[in-house]
């Protein structure tokens, strides 16, 4: 690639605030003059005070309205040629299919970032092959004008019609990076305010990440177990997500003592520093789970599943433990074994530690994502 202006396309100011920023800074600091275009929230005036030129774009997350993507995919191509952008890079779904359909005879590159691929590749009733086959069409729609493709986890592929016709385009990047000094080890100061041991969870709350196993789970330890255990779970349900977890579901813990739900949090460095063990029990189809990233950096022994991405932040017993998904009894089990290993929680966290630095820093992968600009 020889030309330096790049827009980044996204679909979610606040996504793109906590997940992007430090890469646009990082391809700022290599020379390129970048752009970004994201539809109109309080994010945008956040973006812009870091330095970088930000173009609303009338997408939206949850916008079905064909209308209105095909407005965004003229708004983009407008936007790319008035400001002589050499490569649009996009993110998620949504944002890629409008990446390709607006560079459509043009000579820009065209990067597509696949961050997982999402709730109709983790069930397999009906409605959801259905949709399956619907997206992997569209996949293929995509990959045709695509120039690159970032897949976070070498088992997406697999899941690609033609596959073996874009293996050229399809590279894997391992996650999205991780602040390796905003996430480091620091325990001076615990923000949970107990002294029980605490296993955390962070993440989104849709059935696909296991919520409901993990509780099951939690609620049928020993009671000798449990009386100086508790579980945390921050995150919010995702009410656009037809898969999201109940408000009624959440508020029957609101005076569990094993068991809280914490709703969002902004300090979540403070609380993984707080913590003793990680656990996502996730069978979401994950590109690799940043929360899993984040965990690692601060040091944690770490409880995850055996499906894409995930398995990709554990080695089975060095630094944690890999279980089969969909199963509270393999959920249950991996705690009272973890429970049993508390001698060797510090190596296991030293191990985290390590493989953050080594495999999922930011510097790390975005000179990757770089690197693949260049070739």
């Known amino acids: 690639m020889t030309g330096k202006n790049i827009l980044l396309l996204a679909h979610d100011g606040e996504d793109f605030f906590k997940a992007r920023i430090s890469f646009a800074k990082y391809l700022r600091q290599q020379g390129y003059q970048v752009f970004v275009m994201l539809p109109q929230d309080k994010y945008t005036d956040l973006i812009n005070e870091h330095g970088f030129t930000v173009q609303n774009s009338s997408l939206e997350r949850d916008n079905t309205n064909p209308l209105n993507l095909v407005k965004t995919i003229f708004e983009v191509r407008e936007f790319a040629h008035q400001n002589k952008i050499d490569l649009v890079h996009s993110f998620k779904f949504v944002p890629n299919l409008i990446n390709s359909f607006s560079n459509i005879f043009t000579s820009r590159r065209v990067v597509l970032h696949i961050a997982g691929l999402g709730i109709a590749f983790a069930n397999t009733g009906l ?67 107990s002294s029980k041991v605490t296993f955390l969870c962070t993440t989104r709350l849709i059935w696909e990440k296991g919520i409901a196993e993990m509780v099951e789970a939690f609620e049928s330890l020993p009671a000798n177990l449990k009386e100086n255990l508790q579980l945390l779970i921050i995150g919010e349900p995702d009410d656009k997500n037809p898969r999201t977890v109940t408000r009624d579901f959440i508020d029957k813990f609101q005076t569990n003592s094993l068991i809280r739900f914490l709703g969002r949090q902004n300090n979540i460095s403070q609380f993984l520093n707080a913590s003793d063990v990680f656990i996502l029990p996730s069978y979401y189809r ?90």
């Not at 069409?137 to 033609?162: G, K, T």
């Not at 789970?289 to 080695?315: D, F, K, Q, W, Y």
């Open 127 to 193: 409605k959801y092959r259905f949709l399956k086959l619907v997206q992997q069409i569209l996949f293929l729609i995509q990959f045709l004008r695509a120039n690159l493709v970032i897949i976070q986890n070498p088992d997406d592929y697999d899941d690609f019609l033609f596959k073996r016709s874009f293996r050229n385009k399809i590279k894997v990047v391992k996650g999205s990076g991780v602040d390796i000094e905003k996430f480091a080890p620091d325990r001076t100061e615990n923000v949970i305010k």
């Open 286 to 375: 994950e590109g690799i789970p940043r929360s899993i990233l984040e965990a690692l950096a601060c040091g944690l022994p770490v409880i995850t599943t055996n499906v894409p991405g995930c398995n990709l932040t554990v080695i089975q017993d060095k630094n944690g433990y890999i279980i089969k998904p969909r199963s509270a009894t393999e959920i249950k089990n991996a705690v009272i074994k973890m429970l049993s290993k508390q001698s060797e929680w510090k190596a296991m966290g030293e191990a985290s530690r390590q493989l953050a630095l080594e495999e999922f820093s930011e510097e790390t992968v975005y000179s990757q994502i770089v690197k693949l600009y260049r070739s």
